[in-house]
């Protein structure tokens, strides 16, 4: 496709279990970030990556939370034993570096139960 | 720290008129750039105007505009002839240094544009 594509677009876990969370960038851009969005809040930094290595993840809230884009294309954020507060929307978003434009996906919508 | 303040939870404009969207900042950077975006209650995230800290002239995307006032730190969203389908969350967003993708968000404006 040729946007930003993200799934599950919605998933229920139950306290405790482990999920993932999986981006699909724009073919070609070497940046993807992740951002955690609460109810009724602006979305919060947490990772970013240049094709496969993590440059920054000073936003990750938790040991809890791991992210990882092994190849540079497809990304992969993980969080562990989730709990009630994690739930949030999660938004990817990846960048071109040819123009200050940023596309973001349409999010994964993580309810914790 | 970075920091984005938008002080309108919620706003109302009629259709065809135009409204503008608050957005201060607080940055001890002198190179930044300010962002706006439109989400929309599917939950993407669409860029509408980008404006960098030393850009003379105020930045224009069609019915977008960027009212940019350094010295007040300031940088309030105009939209001309609303349309409903404006009817969204808006979003006011600085980067951090050069890295164009890592943002600090404010809360958000929720606009309702009436028939």
């Known amino acids: 496709g040729a946007g930003v594509s993200q799934s599950p677009r919605y998933k229920v876990a139950k306290r405790g279990q482990d999920v993932a969370l999986r981006c699909d960038p724009i073919s070609g851009h070497v940046s993807l970030f992740w951002y955690q969005q609460a109810l009724g809040q602006g979305p919060e930094f947490l990772t970013y990556f240049q094709n496969e290595a993590q440059l920054d993840k000073s936003g990750l809230p938790s040991d809890r939370f791991f992210a990882e884009r092994p190849e540079g294309s497809v990304s992969t954020l993980k969080i562990q034993r989730t709990q009630q507060e994690d739930s949030a929307v999660y938004l990817c978003?990846?960048?071109?570096?040819?123009?200050?434009?940023?596309?973001f996906g349409e999010g994964s919508w993580l309810t914790v139960v | 720290a970075q920091k984005i303040t938008q002080t309108q939870p919620g706003m109302f404009v009629q259709e065809k008129e135009a409204v503008t969207l608050d957005c201060t900042y607080d940055t001890s950077d002198q190179s930044y750039g300010l962002f706006w975006y439109k989400q929309p209650s599917s939950g993407e995230m669409i860029f509408l105007i980008y404006?960098?800290?030393?850009?003379?002239q105020n930045a224009t995307e069609g019915r977008y505009s960027l009212n940019f006032q350094k010295a007040r730190k300031s940088a309030n969203l105009v939209i001309s002839a609303s349309q409903l389908g404006d009817s969204a969350m808006y979003f006011c967003a600085m980067r951090e240094g050069t890295n164009a993708g890592k943002s600090t968000f404010g809360d958000g404006t929720t606009l309702t544009v009436k028939p």
């Open positions: 978003a990846s960048f071109s570096h040819s123009g200050n434009t940023i596309y």
């Open positions: 404006q960098g800290s030393y850009d003379e």
